[in-house]
């Protein structure tokens, strides 16, 4: 069975703190992705990143960055933490393709800044 | 990225069958239809998708209109387990790197009664 798995399930900061949300998956997966879910706006992506040391901007990266140093791990990373970034946060993973494989998703870790 | 239009909730008795719609008027030729479902507390995970063809598998079966404006997910026998958000998502496999973008919207959420 695939597995995604995040490093935490619930976390909370204070402001202006460096936050660090790891994500690993055991799948071989080329892609993988980080997302936040909020009340009302759904799920919305970050960045994803489609390789070791590569990528990609989603719809809402202000404020955020990545890591992809190995395959198997992609880490969000909250510069400076602010109380608009206290949300849930989902990772997943992907092979690689032509958009029809599936994502398969983390359990999610509920980040709140106070 | 082409829209998709789905009822906010449905209800559901246990045993029954359960049809979710949904439209998704604008589709292009090169775009799959995924399902995807988010129990409470839980990241979101894979249900189906097809392109033109009626789909089945372990889970649920997937009706895809003639015209491809609209489809159908059908869980034969609801269960509460089944109880979750459903999302109806359309993937362009035509590009690279965007296509592996999930776009969600608001889904239907799915009560089903005991």
């Known amino acids: 069975d695939v597995k995604v798995t995040q490093s935490s399930r619930y976390l909370v900061k204070r402001t202006g703190e460096k936050v660090f949300l790891e994500c690993v998956q055991d799948m071989d997966h080329e892609n993988m992705f980080w997302y936040r879910q909020d009340p009302g706006l759904g799920l919305r992506l970050i960045y994803f990143s489609y390789d070791v040391k590569m990528k990609e901007k989603g719809d809402i990266p202000e404020g955020y960055s990545v890591s992809r140093e190995k395959k198997e791990r992609f880490s969000l990373i909250l510069e400076s933490a602010s109380t608009n970034q206290t949300s849930m946060y989902l990772c997943?993973?992907?092979?690689?393709?032509?958009?029809?494989?599936?994502?398969?998703f983390g359990p999610g870790t509920r980040l709140t800044v106070t | 990225d082409a829209k998709t239009t789905q009822p906010n909730s449905m209800e559901s008795n246990e045993e029954e069958p359960v049809h979710l719609p949904c439209n998704h008027s604008?589709?292009?030729?090169?775009?799959?239809i995924h399902w995807y479902r988010q129990l409470p507390s839980q990241g979101p995970e894979y249900v189906i998708h097809?392109?033109?063809s009626n789909v089945n598998n372990r889970m649920a079966s997937l009706a895809i209109a003639e015209d491809r404006k609209s489809s159908t997910l059908i869980l034969h026998r609801a269960t509460l387990r089944d109880a979750a958000v459903y999302y109806c998502i359309l993937r362009d496999v035509s590009g690279w790197g965007g296509s592996e973008k999930l776009v969600f919207g608001k889904g239907t959420k799915l009560t089903v009664n005991p």
């Open positions: 097809g392109l033109t």
């Open positions: 604008t589709i292009s030729g090169t775009d799959y």
């Open positions: 997943a993973s992907s092979p690689a393709g032509t958009g029809r494989n599936e994502q398969y």
